[in-house]
T-cell receptor, first 113, second 111 residues
C-alpha cells in the first residue's frame, strides 16, 4: 500500500517550458488536491477534485491546469512555466467529504529558471 | 476567502515543557480545524483535528481547543520531546473542500 505517490521528485525547467506533475493514490479515495508550498506561506490550494470527473479551482489556480484521469490519478500541468511557479508541489487525497483527513504525497520540488 | 493567521512563527522550548500555538480565522462559517505536522523534508501529516461542535479534543500529549465566538483555536503539546521538533500548520475549512492553511510554526525542542 504505497499511499499517495508523486513523480517526479525534482525538476528544473526554463521559463516558458511546460510539464505535467503526476499523482496517484491507491487508497480508493474519492477526493484529490494539489497544493503548493512556499516559505513563510504555508500550503495553498491550487485545484481540487471532489470526485472522479470533477475539478474545481482553489486559491491560486492561475497558470495551472489539472486532469482527473480516473479515480486513482490527478495530474497538474504547467503550460508555460514562470519563475514565480518555483515551489514544492504536494498532491493529497481524502476518502470522501471535505472534513476528512487529507493524506499527502512526498512532494515535487520544482525550480523554474 | 478564509484567512488563517498563525502565531508564533518560531517556538523554542526546553524538553519536557509545554508548547502552545495559536491560530485565528476570519470566516465564521468555518467548521473544521485540522493540525498538520511536517518534519524536515517530509510530507505534512495530520496529528489532530476538531469540528465546530466540540470545544476541546485530546490525544495523548496533544490537545486542541476551539473558541468559535472569538474565532480562534490552539494546539497544546505537553511534555515535549525531541521528536516533536517540526513545522506545525493549522488550517480551517467551511466544508467546501477548500482547506486554508496558516503560515506555519517551527517548533524546536531543546535537549
Amino acid at each position: 500500500n504505497a499511499g499517495v505517490t508523486q513523480t517526479p521528485k525534482f525538476q528544473v525547467l526554463k521559463t516558458g517550458q511546460s510539464m505535467t506533475l503526476q499523482c496517484a493514490q491507491d487508497m480508493n479515495h474519492n477526493s484529490m488536491y494539489w497544493y503548493r508550498q512556499d516559505p513563510g506561506m504555508g500550503l495553498r490550494l491550487i485545484y481540487y477534485s471532489a470526485s472522479e470527473g470533477t475539478t474545481d479551482k482553489g486559491e491560486v489556480p492561475n497558470g495551472y491546469n489539472v486532469s482527473r484521469l480516473n479515480k486513482r490519478e490527478f495530474s497538474l500541468r504547467l503550460e508555460s512555466a514562470a519563475p514565480s511557479q518555483t515551489s514544492v508541489y504536494f498532491c493529497a487525497s481524502s476518502e470522501g467529504g471535505p472534513r476528512e483527513t487529507q493524506y499527502f504525497g512526498p512532494g515535487t520540488r520544482l525550480l523554474v529558471l | 476567502g478564509e484567512n488563517v493567521e498563525q502565531h508564533p512563527s518560531t517556538l523554542s522550548v526546553q524538553e519536557g515543557d509545554s508548547a502552545v500555538i495559536k491560530c485565528t480565522y476570519s470566516d465564521s462559517a468555518s467548521n473544521y480545524f485540522p493540525w498538520y505536522k511536517q518534519e524536515l523534508g517530509k510530507r505534512p501529516q495530520l496529528i489532530i483535528d476538531i469540528r465546530s461542535n466540540v470545544g476541546e479534543k485530546k490525544d495523548q500529549r496533544i490537545a486542541v481547543t476551539l473558541n468559535k465566538t472569538a474565532k480562534h483555536f490552539s494546539l497544546h503539546i505537553t511534555e515535549t520531546q525531541p521528536e516533536d521538533s517540526a513545522v506545525y500548520f493549522c488550517a480551517a475549512s467551511k466544508g467546501d473542500y477548500k482547506l486554508s492553511f496558516g503560515a506555519g510554526t517551527t517548533v524546536t525542542v531543546r535537549a
